[in-house]
């Protein structure tokens, strides 16, 4: 009876323990990206987003990321979409980290939900996490840091309708290759 007793007891604890751990990756995806000093007000100012809580990369001389995520249109989940990367040249290591992609306006976000979508490899992401360096960007080009408060204001910006924030979550990669980001979009059912 005392083993039933302390099973269920540490059952408990132990669920107990982990509901943090079950909270919704998307919306502490985004509440990161919403209490950074650099993103957080395209959340207010955009048409749409796609979010994507973990993006994985690896590469030794050719390289890949690829993750999954979901797409809001004015702040309402109205699709999923999955991004996959190619690259070739110097590259070693791996790496993962969340990645946001802000629409300005209703073109830019059609433009990206009206099938395959695509970031040249002239596309700048802009690294939230300081300790993250400019090789962290997720297109092979470089990315920027802010060192403080003031450069945060205006570290992000919109190209050609679009503006992309990553947070480092961890791991290590060299990189000087050329790559671009291939996105899919598929709507939810009705």
Do not use: C, W
């Amino acid at each position: 009876m005392k083993s039933i007793k302390g099973t269920l007891l540490a059952i408990a604890a132990m669920s107990l323990m982990a509901a943090p751990a079950l909270a919704d990756k998307y919306s502490d995806t985004a509440s990161l990206f919403r209490n950074s000093d650099q993103a957080s007000t395209f959340f207010s100012k955009s048409y749409g987003y796609a979010l994507f809580p973990t993006i994985g990369k690896a590469g030794l001389g050719i390289g890949g990321a690829h993750g999954e995520g979901r797409v809001y249109q004015q702040g309402k989940y109205v699709g999923d979409t999955k991004m996959t990367q190619l690259s070739v040249g110097f590259q070693a290591g791996g790496e993962a980290f969340s990645q946001v992609v802000f629409f300005e306006d209703k073109r830019a976000f059609d433009e990206f939900t009206s099938g395959n979508f695509e970031f040249g490899a002239n596309v700048n992401a802009v690294v939230i996490t300081a300790a993250a360096s400019g090789s962290a960007s997720t297109t092979g080009a470089t990315g920027s840091a802010s060192g403080g408060k003031k450069d945060a204001a205006t570290a992000g910006q919109y190209h050609k309708g679009t503006a992309v924030f990553i947070i480092a979550k961890g791991g290590l990669m060299y990189e000087a290759s050329v790559s671009g980001q291939k996105f899919s979009y598929k709507p939810l059912k009705k």
